[in-house]
T-cell receptor, first 109, second 116 residues
Framework: DAKTTQPNSMESNEEEPVHLPCNHSTISGTDYIHWYRQLPSQGPEYVIH???SNVNNRMASLAIAEDRKSSTLILHRATLRDAAVYYC??????????FGTGTRLTIIP | GAVVSQHPSWVICKSGTSVKIECRSLDFQATTMFWYRQFPKQSLMLMAT?????????EQGVEKDKFLINHASLTLSTLTVTSAHPEDSSFYIC????????????FGAGSRLTVL
């Protein structure tokens, strides 16, 4: 299984940026880095994914280290609706997606 | 965008009965779907990979006769929990990948099963 390491929990104040780290030291050159998040009592929701370059979309930005052994999900301005468990995963092509424990993000009003 | 629908969203059943959960891709075709289960405050555990027109591939430790998976069309996979017992109570989640080769998965909202 593809292993990633994330902090168990993080807190952030509302309307401030949040940086969620992830270590994936065993990643290979062709593995994509994916981030999903899961709100309470819901299925996971796709956030962003990338291979080598930093990526931006309407939800977040993904900063990938040059050696690709770590990445950071950036929420530019956290809202209460961003409170969720964030999962960092890497996979190649059509391989199955296995989840680690993720980071539980709490947003403080 | 891609939408995956799960039904029912919650179900309560008596011990010994069977329960079927449906997973549909509403606006795209999915040759592969994945079934997960999640216990409270735990991460998602992959149960099986469902392939359209062929047998599902089960993860180690998952009983294939207990959790029957059928993927008869490109838009529908079903998970049947046979002879359910209280320890099968869990949150079951499916996901689907577009047949066109997109690299991301779309998840259903999940189905909460409670076995009395």
């Amino acid at each position: 299984d593809a292993k990633t390491t994330q902090p168990n929990s993080m807190e952030s104040n509302e309307e401030e940026p949040v940086h969620l780290p992830c270590n994936h030291s065993t990643i290979s050159g062709t593995d994509y880095i994916h981030w999903y998040r899961q709100l309470p009592s819901q299925g996971p929701e796709y956030v962003i994914h990338g291979l080598t370059s930093n990526v931006n979309n309407r939800m977040a930005s993904l900063a990938i280290a040059e050696d690709r052994k770590s990445s950071t999900l950036i929420l530019h301005r956290a809202t209460l609706r961003d409170a969720a468990v964030y999962y960092c995963i890497y996979r190649f092509g059509n391989e199955k997606l296995t989840f680690g424990t993720g980071t539980r993000l709490t947003i403080i009003p | 965008g891609a939408v995956v629908s799960q039904h029912p969203s919650w179900v309560i059943c008596k011990s010994g009965t069977s329960v079927k959960i449906e997973c549909r891709s509403l606006d795209f075709q999915a040759t592969t779907m994945f079934w997960y289960r999640q216990f409270p405050k735990q991460s998602l555990m992959l149960m099986a990979t469902s392939n359209e027109g062929s047998k599902a591939t089960y993860e180690q430790g998952v009983e294939k006769d207990k959790f029957l998976i059928n993927h008869a069309s490109l838009t529908l996979s079903t998970l049947t929990v046979t002879s359910a017992h209280p320890e099968d109570s869990s949150f079951y989640i499916c996901s689907a990948r577009r047949s066109s080769g997109a690299n991301v998965l779309t998840f259903g909202a999940g189905s909460r099963l409670t076995v009395l």
